[in-house]
């Protein structure tokens, strides 16, 4: 089974870009660590394509030569959180009307292929830099929720969980800027993850 991980630098996280077989350091190493000595008479293949820094549309651009041409079983995406990141950070133009759009047809594109579709929602932890952004996001994320939740196979509402844990757990030990996770916040994702993706294992 051929699984490709879609997204932006939580799904990168420092993978060689060379390298086909690099996972990178983040919850794709850490759920592949895990995920294949539970199977091992079963051939899984990982392959990683985050980049960091992309947005939705980057995903949508890319997605016939970073996902369709590999011929996956299964699509792992995870993104949402640079559109508004960008929106704060370098001044850049949210169209909530062109998200849900781009979104809507990334999706899509993976589902007509006949591929495995499993969607983990961004989340947005309440570093003080990052407060003044949750407003924002709140809408975004009931675009995400909406579309993503009716068009994947297996929709992971991971906001809701870190947020719901950082009510008793210090924020930080998942993420310390509030968006990209700690190692315990990767194993989190990983081990979330690997439940959704062995429902639907060949």
């Known amino acids: 089974m051929k699984i490709v991980f879609l997204g932006d630098s939580i799904t990168d996280s420092g993978r060689d870009r060379a390298d086909e077989k690099s996972l990178g350091n ?17 051939d ?24 369709l041409s590999l011929k996956p079983d299964a699509v792992v995406i995870m ?21 849900e759009l781009d979104l809507t047809k990334l999706l899509t ?8 579709l499993i969607f983990l929602e961004p989340f947005l932890l309440p570093a003080p830099e990052k407060r003044r952004m949750r407003k924002l ?3 975004e994320l009931e675009i995400i929720d909406r579309v993503a939740s009716s068009l994947s196979d297996e929709f992971v509402a991971f906001d809701e969980m870190f947020n719901g844990l ?12 509030g968006v990209r996770p700690t190692h ?19």
């Open 166 to 177: 950082a009510v008793s757990i210090p924020y930080a030990e998942y993420s310390v800027d």
């Open 79 to 99: 993104a949402g959180i640079n559109n508004v990141l960008h929106k704060f950070e370098q001044k850049k133009e949210l169209d909530l009307n062109r998200f």
């Open 137 to 139: 996001f709140e809408t």
């Open 26 to 42: 983040g919850y794709v190493k850490i759920l592949a660590d895990k995920l294949l000595p539970i199977y091992p008479d079963t």
């Open 44 to 67: 899984i293949e990982l392959i990683n394509k985050g980049v960091a820094g992309d947005e939705v549309g980057d995903l949508l651009a890319r997605v016939e030569r970073d996902v």
């Open 184 to 202: 315990r916040g990767s194993r989190l994702i990983a081990d979330t993850a690997i439940k959704a993706i062995r429902k639907h294992l060949l």
């Open 109 to 116: 594109t993976v589902k007509d292929a006949g591929i495995t």
